[in-house]
């Protein structure tokens, strides 16, 4: 799998290293297991899907591109899914808190997550397009669902001179990249063109 994310690009070896450590086969159902290593979105119940492996390095690549000492950093994930994202940014990041909208995969995350004893990863049920109310900002976040816009939530929850990797859009999705100034300005830069699932509200 890494070979082949090389190929597509991925050439940061932290990321690299990273989508190498964590054993997708975890995350998915047992009957797609000997199918867990292919470049593929995998559903994973409840009509959402696990993203590819592709996409996971890229927004990870993203978001570590752009981060001095990613051991001392928060990093928060926007769809927590069955929580193989959140175990690959566990190996990269000091802590990392995921939030997911729906119970049954908040579940499944905990229980996929469980062998893996990744103690500065931390799970949240709720509708994380309110972002993690309470929360200091963050030193990155990573959506997994796309909305029309991005939720002001996210860029007040974002820290000064950091950056959001989220997938945009209605129909035509493009991943972006939005970065905050110093000042508290944001910038948006379209890296490419994306499929991710629908970024919902409420909890469910
Ligand atoms: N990170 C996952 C991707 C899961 S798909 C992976 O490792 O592959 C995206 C997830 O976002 C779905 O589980 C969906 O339920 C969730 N989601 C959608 N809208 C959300 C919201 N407002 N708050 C939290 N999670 C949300």
Redesign the pocket.
Known sequence: MTERLRQQGIREPRVLQAMATVPRHL?VDAALASRAYEDSAMP?G?G????RPYI?ARCVELLLEAIAQPQSASVL??????????AVLAQLFGTVV?????RP?HELARANLRPLRLPNLRLVF????LGIPGQPPFDGIVA??AGAELPPAWLAQLRNERRLVAPLGVGAQRLVVAHKDAAGRISQRTVEAVR??????GTG
């Open positions: 995350f994973i409840h959402q899907t696990i993203s996971v994930e926007i769809g927590t899914g069955c929580g193989y994202a959140a995921t939030v997911e909208r729906l995969l709720g509708d994380g397009s997994a669902a991710f699932v629908p970024l919902k509200p």
